[in-house]
């Protein structure tokens, strides 16, 4: 195999070396220079290659992944064979002289020889190179550089073997970085400002009036006051009656008062409770309460399945509401009593009205009320409401009640 000797053209020139990408994938071709104890044709033969390389932002080191292949090279008795060659290199580059970048890098390869490897074995070597890359375009520049290897081999008296090879090809930079917008300083700018004297006439009690026309010098702060600086009458419940003379301040808005302010005496349940004791304002016409407006026993219209102790879906809501109450009005506890219709015996529809207030009272707890406000018990079919023989009257028997206690 004849000797070639690669003398490329260098194109120098103004444009720009790109150095915002993050890759480059150069195709390169050349000539090794092999030593010669290889016992190779000519002591070289032509190669071709492929170099990417992956750049870093933050660094001038960048990793390297090569691959080189000469077919068909030539012994210097017979035969040939083919050499592959991988390497993985960092890459440094230098800092850019006109448009030209010029690099250095180093790393570690293996080397194999396929069909005949003759005298030669695969092994790992050492490399180092030198180079420089030249601007076409923005992303496409002449690659120029120079590898020496070096293979440790027991083949050849124990000494390594050497090869350098000289490449030259175009490197090809794609995936743009986004560039960083330059930080403006902003310009510090010192304005002199003219000072005046500016007599301010005085306002002692700070009510926007000034003392040569405060009637009023006294008035407290933060109190609404008239041109004169004399307090403004206020009514700020808007009830008709002024603060002065209110003696319910904050009486609710729309509610009926009396020459002091305060409400008007109502029972709009007609429960006999007048609103302002009624803790249950409405409470349905007719129902028998308490000191305090709110029923003595109450059916809170929960139901169960069949033989079933699980409360129903339809009835959380009547647990939630009864919730509510009880942790809101804590001087009342409730005694939970469940009854049943009569199917069945007397001694299991006790057990199992027993078993369903208890359902209720640990409903309630998991709602929030305090464990000590609630009891339970089961009354079986006692205390009916209803006639058992149809039923209409069974399904009101099968009932949970609440006796509200006030302590």
């Given at each position: 195999?004849?000797?070639?000797?690669?003398?490329?053209?260098?194109?120098?020139?103004?444009?720009?070396?790109?150095?915002?990408?993050?890759?480059?994938?150069?195709?390169?071709?050349?000539?090794?220079?092999?030593?010669?104890?290889?016992?190779?044709?000519?002591?070289?033969?032509?190669?071709?290659?492929?170099?990417?390389?992956?750049?870093?932002?933050?660094?001038?080191?960048?990793?390297?992944?090569?691959?080189?292949?000469?077919?068909?090279?030539?012994?210097?008795?017979?035969?040939?064979?083919?050499?592959?060659?991988?390497?993985?290199?960092?890459?440094?580059?230098?800092?850019?002289?006109?448009?030209?970048?010029?690099?250095?890098?180093?790393?570690?390869?293996?080397?194999?020889?396929?069909?005949?490897?003759?005298?030669?074995?695969?092994?790992?070597?050492?490399?180092?190179?030198?180079?420089?890359?030249?601007?076409?375009?923005?992303?496409?520049?002449?690659?120029?550089?120079?590898?020496y290897m070096l293979k440790p081999d027991?083949?050849?008296?124990?000494?390594?073997?050497?090869?350098?090879?000289?490449?030259?090809?175009?490197?090809?930079?794609?995936?743009?970085?986004?560039?960083?917008?330059?930080?403006?300083?902003?310009?510090?700018?010192?304005?002199?400002?003219?000072?005046?004297?500016?007599?301010?006439?005085?306002?002692?009690?700070?009510?926007?009036?000034?003392?040569?026309?405060?009637?009023?010098?006294?008035?407290?702060?933060?109190?609404?006051?008239?041109?004169?600086?004399?307090?403004?009458?206020?009514?700020?419940?808007?009830?008709?009656?002024?603060?002065?003379?209110?003696?319910?301040?904050?009486?609710?808005?729309?509610?009926?008062?009396?020459?002091?302010?305060?409400?008007?005496?109502l029972d709009t349940d007609n429960d006999g409770v007048?609103?302002?004791?009624?803790?249950?304002?409405?409470?349905?016409?007719?129902?028998?309460?308490?000191?305090?407006?709110?029923?003595?026993?109450?059916?809170?219209?929960?139901?169960?399945?069949?033989?079933?102790?699980?409360?129903?879906?339809?009835?959380?809501?009547?647990?939630?509401?009864?919730?509510?109450?009880?942790?809101?009005?804590?001087?009342?506890?409730?005694?939970?009593?469940?009854?049943?219709?009569?199917?069945?015996?007397?001694?299991?529809?006790?057990?199992?009205?027993?078993?369903?207030?208890?359902?209720?009272?640990?409903?309630?707890?998991?709602?929030?009320?305090?464990?000590?406000?609630?009891?339970?018990?089961?009354?079986?079919?006692?205390?009916?409401?209803?006639?058992?023989?149809?039923?209409?009257?069974?399904?009101?028997?099968?009932?949970?009640?609440?006796?509200?206690?006030?302590?």
């Amino acid at each position: 195999m004849k000797k070639l000797i690669l003398i490329p053209a260098l194109l120098l020139g103004s444009l720009a070396m790109a150095q915002d990408y993050n890759y480059e994938l150069s195709p390169m071709i050349g000539y090794n220079i092999a030593e010669g104890n290889l016992g190779l044709d000519n002591d070289g033969y032509l190669t071709g290659g492929l170099e990417f390389q992956v750049n870093s932002a933050d660094s001038k080191i960048s990793p390297e992944l090569s691959i080189y292949y000469a077919p068909n090279v030539d012994y210097s008795t017979t035969g040939s064979t083919d050499v592959i060659r991988g390497a993985f290199n960092g890459v440094y580059t230098f800092n850019k002289r006109s448009s030209v970048v010029p690099f250095a890098k180093a790393g570690l390869g293996l080397e194999t020889f396929t069909t005949n490897k003759a005298n030669n074995s695969d092994s790992l070597f050492l490399d180092a190179g030198v180079g420089a890359k030249v601007a076409f375009t923005d992303n496409l520049a002449l690659k120029l550089e120079a590898i020496y290897m070096l293979k440790p081999d027991s083949a050849h008296a124990g000494n390594a073997d050497s090869n350098l090879l000289t490449l030259v090809g175009l490197t090809y930079s794609f995936g743009a970085r986004a560039q960083k917008e330059p930080v403006i300083q902003p310009k510090e700018v010192v304005e002199e400002v003219a000072v005046a004297t500016v007599v301010v006439p005085l306002d002692s009690d700070n009510d926007g009036v000034i003392d040569a026309k405060d009637k009023c010098a006294n008035t407290p702060a933060n109190t609404p006051v008239d041109a004169d600086g004399c307090a403004i009458p206020q009514d700020n419940d808007n009830d008709g009656v002024l603060n002065a003379q209110d003696k319910c301040p904050n009486t609710p808005a729309d509610t009926k008062v009396d020459a002091n302010g305060c409400k008007v005496n109502l029972d709009t349940d007609n429960d006999g409770v007048l609103n302002a004791n009624d803790l249950c304002p409405n409470t349905p016409i007719g129902t028998k309460v308490n000191s305090d407006g709110c029923p003595a026993k109450i059916n809170l219209h929960i139901t169960f399945g069949n033989n079933s102790t699980k409360v129903s879906e339809a009835s959380q809501k009547e647990l939630d509401k009864y919730a509510t109450f009880l942790t809101t009005y804590t001087n009342y506890s409730a005694k939970i009593v469940g009854y049943t219709d009569s199917v069945g015996s007397a001694a299991y529809n006790k057990k199992l009205s027993q078993k369903r207030a208890d359902a209720v009272v640990k409903s309630l707890i998991e709602r929030g009320v305090n464990p000590s406000q609630l009891s339970a018990k089961g009354m079986g079919e006692a205390d009916a409401i209803a006639d058992n023989s149809t039923k209409e009257g069974r399904a009101k028997n099968r009932r949970i009640e609440a006796e509200l206690i006030r302590h």
